[in-house]
């Protein structure tokens, strides 16, 4: 599956006191590494999620996506992340899906939601794109969805972090509009916060202005995938 990692692979290869060998670590599926990230010190996974995530608007990013369940629960919770992701990346050819610790970060860049300069309205393309995810979202409803909206560096930054804040909601209110539950999502506008493209070309601007996604396991995913595993 193109654009997915999974950040916890990089923190399960660091922890050789449970396993000696590359090898040994092909050969262990989801729950293991689940029970490794279980094992592994906060400090470590913060670390790691930090290192992956930068800092700034991608520390939020970092601080909704970082908490983990662990165990065996977690690696219940990844398998389940990890199909979401896939079908996600499946609907949404233009997307960048990535596997975070027990989340998903979803990039909705200009290839999939565009925005005009100083407006958070949506395109029929944005639209389209968007009902794409409305039957994933069904499909798997034990989950918070929490929105990033971005600006590119044009006018003021008081005036862009409202303007992210606003494009943030028109995707949500689309998709709640879709029949989404609205208390799945909460949203925040980052502005001009972490570029993913250079703002002194136009190209760059305009995939500047996007948003994101951090889709996380809601508290009944979490009891349910502890039950499931025993614990």
């Known amino acids: 599956m193109k654009k997915i990692s999974i950040v916890t692979l990089a923190l399960f290869m660091a922890m050789g006191t449970l396993f000696t060998s590359c090898e040994a670590l092909k050969n262990t599926n989801n729950k293991q590494r689940g029970a490794g990230i279980g094992a592994a010190s906060g400090a470590i996974i913060g670390g790691i999620l930090g290192n992956?995530?930068?800092k700034g608007g991608k520390g939020a990013m970092g601080a909704v996506l970082g908490g983990v369940v662990g165990g065996v629960a977690g690696g219940v919770i990844g398998n389940k992340m990890d199909k979401q992701a896939r079908?996600?990346?499946e609907a949404i050819p233009g997307a960048e899906v990535k596997r975070v610790g027990?989340?998903?970060q979803l990039v909705l860049n200009e290839n999939a939601v565009r925005f005009?300069?100083?407006k958070s309205s949506l395109t029929a393309a944005a639209k389209a794109n968007l009902d794409k995810l409305v039957p994933v979202f069904t499909e798997y409803p034990d989950t918070d969805i929490t929105i990033f909206g971005y600006t590119d560096i044009t006018?003021?930054?008081d005036y862009n972090l409202k303007l992210s804040k606003q494009r943030a909601a028109s995707v949500r209110n689309y998709i709640v509009g879709k029949g989404i539950g609205s208390a799945r999502f909460h949203v925040t506008g980052l502005g001009i916060a972490d570029p993913i493209a250079s703002n002194e070309?136009?190209?760059?601007?305009?995939?500047?202005?996007?948003v994101e996604?951090?889709?996380t396991a809601n508290d009944k995913m979490?009891?349910?995938?502890?039950?499931?595993a025993g614990n």
């Open 155 to 157: 006018g003021p930054a």
């Open 213 to 215: 996604f951090a889709i």
């Open 52 to 54: 992956n995530l930068g």
């Open 201 to 210: 070309t136009v190209e760059g601007r305009s995939q500047n202005r996007r």
């Open 222 to 228: 979490r009891e349910d995938a502890k039950v499931e």
């Open 102 to 104: 027990e989340g998903i």
């Open 116 to 118: 005009d300069t100083n």
């Open 87 to 89: 079908q996600i990346d």
